[in-house]
């Protein structure tokens, strides 16, 4: 068949540029014609479906490595490998659909982080009257929790769900935020302390937001990190959670050492 467009003419009519259609050559998806007399290479029609097929394919997701496989093929092997691609593409606008999810969450930096649930907790705890920084001290240590322990983070949330539902401790944890303040040999840390432990004792279900994370836990390291998490606490405030944490032990419940290995 007689060759009848150049290069440039055969990229227009295609809908590429001619550095795709050179590049294709140099993939060996589309044969470069002959040259004629005056040293230019003349595209005819069968070149042109043959770059129409490349493109479309191209266009539809078709990695260029396996178009010409694909080309080459009988129509059920044909079928076969479109089936295939479509899947990768299938995947591949699901995981861009997460990826875009997420960046509208960003405008929310607690819900880029955290799920809705877990959120909704920490919202609710300032509608409790929790001080700020207790709450977001709460979501940082979230936070954590749900990359290092994803496996138990919905059951902890369902614990402090109950938590948030029992009035006395929620007095009680927002009178220790207040303690923060307070002068570390003041007596009414080691009276605070007692009574929240005592608290917690008398009901063992509270108890899950203490210790519902270590049974999943390596060697306490995970844990630890979670708890002591940004510890930068006021004299009074690790007073607090020293005895707190040392009246549970006492009483024979597991609570990991910061020091623990």
Do not use: C
């Amino acid at each position: 068949m007689r060759n009848e467009v150049t290069i440039g003419q055969a990229a227009a009519f295609v809908g590429v540029t001619v550095k795709t259609v050179r590049h294709y050559h140099k993939l060996g998806l589309v044969e470069e014609p002959e040259r004629d007399s005056s040293g230019y290479r003349r595209y005819g029609s069968d070149d042109l479906l043959r770059l129409v097929q490349v493109r479309t394919l191209a266009a539809a997701g078709v990695p260029l490595a396996e178009i010409g496989p694909l080309l080459d093929a009988d129509a059920t092997l044909f079928a076969a490998a479109l089936a295939d691609v479509e899947r990768q593409l299938t995947e591949r606008i699901e995981e861009l659909i997460a990826r875009r999810d997420t960046l509208h969450r960003l405008a929310d930096g607690n819900r880029a982080l955290l799920p809705d649930r877990a959120v909704a907790l920490l919202e609710r705890m300032l509608g409790l009257g929790f001080p700020a920084d207790e709450v977001a001290a709460t979501r940082e240590g979230w936070v954590l929790a749900k990359a290092l322990v994803p496996e138990g983070f919905d059951d902890y949330l369902t614990h402090f769900e109950h938590a948030l539902e029992d009035t006395r401790l929620v007095a009680l944890t927002r009178r220790a935020a207040e303690a923060g303040a307070w002068e570390p040999d003041d007596p009414r840390i080691a009276e605070l302390a007692t009574a929240v432990a005592d608290h917690y004792l008398a009901n063992p279900a509270l108890l899950k937001t203490v210790t519902g994370l270590q049974a999943r836990t390596e060697a306490a390291a995970r844990y630890t990190l979670i708890a002591h998490h940004g510890e930068e606490q006021t004299p009074a405030a690790a007073r607090l959670a020293a005895l707190f944490e040392a009246k549970l032990r006492a009483a024979g419940i597991r609570i990991p050492r910061l020091d623990a290995h």
